[in-house]
């Protein structure tokens, strides 16, 4: 049997896990949450949720993936005991990671399109509608879009053909040294301009008025979600990177690390770039057209803005990139876990699909807006972003704590020794009631609660609809994974 692919140093495993957890989520989306829900105040709930809720998920994803030396696609199959049903979840996982990358590749097109603009001076002297109808452009644009979907493709299949260290490790580590090197640099830039101290007190100076101002309960549940999906936990994608991952650290130190790291990105992105937008007078709560409108409006009035702007979208490409290649890695290992397939076979097979996958997100911007599944207003990449975010990865967690933690799964005893063994911080063994009850029922809120801010304002006949269907999506995820006989965990 083929020797199991390992990483070639620590640095690069937590490199790699952390380019995979520090995704758009971290440099997109935190920045306008933090500005949304009061800037310091939410920030510091985060933190707290991050802690309590994303580390022990993280924790026991890495734990499946050494323990078993599989991807999700036989890691249950491995670990779970004689008539379990846990392994149904490797299915999930692998739809998971699929439909991801089917509208995932497109934003990174977006992003090297937008670097590749900005370094041309395609956005220079246009005024706020024009940098409005450059994105309306691209995005009616079904040629141009395929291109950069497609190099995206290209290129991160690409690094994973060359291996794990060769190609993965040696490649992402040079793209994280970048982009936190960028990050840096692009943080204290935003400090120096004009009006950016009040950026930067809303930004970390806590502050009641704006908790009032948000609604205390929209800060927390704002908080307590941005904090369960920062660390691309729930399909997967760890628990690969766990698999090549040695025995001489305890998973519990190494998971603090990534999350550390993952947590550092997340808040110099908003170092970046609420700063700027408050030097400029810039809402920055406005939205995911953060990136693409309000930004390049602020790279324009700003000295050397051509110069920023184009190091602001090659440190968000490497963001991107680092998250595509992660999942890619995710995608080869399932055909070699499950068929025996060579690296090389699996790449040729995969890129091909995922191009083929990825053409309805591209399309449902112009050729297919027609298709609008939630209403007046969506795309398809809605409908695919909603299957991931709303629904695998939510569910996909309660499952991995429940596999570790529950008898009817790989077992407490199992998960605690393959966690703690190695140097390092030690998983605290009087936790386990608190993730057997407390971490899923907190998830499943998140779960429902998704539901209803996505559907609440459709009216109560669409709202009591959704619900029922996320319901029953609910049960059956239970009885597909939990359901059948059972017997204790030897």
Not at 35 to 63: N, Q, R, S
Not at 118 to 128: E, H, P, V, Y
Not at 373 to 391: A, C, H, K, W, Y
Request: with cysteine; net charge positive; hydrophobic share 50%.
């Amino acid at each position: 049997m083929k020797e199991r692919e390992k990483f070639g140093s620590r640095l690069g495993f937590i490199l790699v896990s952390a380019g995979c957890a520090i995704g758009l989520g971290n440099v997109w989306k935190f920045p306008y949450m933090a500005g949304k829900f009061g800037g310091a105040a939410f920030i510091l709930i985060y933190l707290v949720f991050l802690v309590v809720l994303g580390l022990p998920i993280l924790v026991c994803e890495f734990a499946v993936g050494r323990a078993s030396r599989k991807s999700t696609a036989k890691a249950f199959h491995t670990l779970e005991p004689k008539g379990a049903n846990f392994h149904n979840f490797s299915y999930m996982s692998m739809v998971s990671n699929y439909v991801l990358m089917m509208f995932y590749t497109m934003v990174a097109g977006w992003m090297m399109y937008y670097g590749v603009a900005t370094a041309t001076g395609s956005l220079s002297g246009r005024d706020t509608q024009g940098v409005a109808d450059y994105f309306s452009g691209l995005q009616a644009s079904p040629g141009v879009m395929t291109f950069w979907m497609v190099l995206v493709v290209v290129l991160s299949f690409g690094i994973c053909s060359l291996g794990v260290q060769k190609g993965l490790e040696r490649i992402t580590k040079f793209m994280m040294i970048c982009l936190l090197g960028l990050i840096v640099i692009l943080a204290v830039h935003s400090l120096t301009l004009d009006g950016a101290m009040e950026g930067v007190k809303f930004y970390l100076v806590p502050n009641l008025d704006s908790i009032r101002e948000a609604g205390l309960g929209n800060v927390i549940f704002g908080a307590m979600s941005q904090a369960f999906f920062t660390l691309s936990i729930g399909a997967g994608s760890m628990t690969i990177f766990g698999s090549y991952l040695g025995k001489d650290h305890s998973l519990l130190g190494e998971s603090v690390h990534i999350t550390i790291l993952d947590t550092f990105v997340a808040l110099m992105a908003g170092l970046i770039i609420i700063p700027a937008c408050f030097s400029f007078g810039v809402e920055p709560g406005a939205g995911p057209g953060l990136i693409f409108i309000t930004l390049p409006n602020v790279f324009n009035q700003m000295a050397g803005g051509r110069m920023w702007g184009t190091l602001f979208f090659l440190f968000m490409s490497f963001a991107a990139l680092s998250t595509v290649t992660a999942v890619f890695e995710n995608i080869l290992s399932y055909a070699m876990d499950l068929w025996g397939w060579g690296r090389k076979k699996a790449v040729i097979v995969n890129l091909i699909l995922i191009i083929v996958l990825s053409l309805p997100a591209v399309l449902g911007f112009n050729v297919l807006s027609g298709i609008q599944p939630f209403g007046q207003g969506t795309n398809i990449m809605d409908l695919e972003d909603f299957i991931v975010s709303n629904n695998i990865l939510p569910l996909g967690s309660v499952v991995y704590v429940l596999f570790c933690v529950s008898r009817y799964g790989w077992g407490w005893d199992g998960f605690l020794k393959e966690v703690n063994t190695g140097a390092g911080l030690k998983f605290p063994r009087g936790v386990r009631p608190y993730m057997l009850f407390v971490i899923p029922a907190v998830i499943v809120i998140i779960y429902l609660k998704g539901y209803y801010d996505m559907f609440s304002k459709r009216g109560p006949l669409v709202l009591t609809a959704w619900m029922a269907v996320g319901l029953l999506v609910l049960a059956l995820i239970s009885w597909f994974v939990f359901g059948g006989k059972k017997r204790r965990h030897k």
